[in-house]
């Protein structure tokens, strides 16, 4: 049985005879939930606690930012 990307690859040939390069998009996986503990480490040298970690400071400094940054727009400091 052929797989989703044999299908998006015979789909782009079908739609597109003259062999015009299309860019397919495949969907993509979770990490956290394809790997186990082990190989996520493995694979991408930190674990997933620490990644987890990681997000959440990216993420709290990027909603920091965005306040910071409308408060500012808002009142011209």
């Known amino acids: 049985m052929a797989d ?14 003259c062999g015009i390069n299309v ?4 969907p993509r996986t979770d990490p956290f ?6 190989k996520f480490k493995e694979r991408y040298r930190l674990s997933k606690s620490t990644v987890f970690r990681l ?12 306040v ?5 727009a808002s009142f011209g400091c």
């Open 4 to 17: 989703e990307s044999d299908l998006c690859l015979f789909n782009n040939y079908v739609n597109n005879p």
């Open 23 to 26: 860019r397919v998009v495949l």
């Open 33 to 38: 939930e394809e790997y186990a503990d082990a």
């Open 55 to 66: 997000l959440s400071e990216v993420k709290v400094s990027a909603d920091s930012f965005v």
């Open 68 to 72: 910071h940054t409308l408060h500012t």
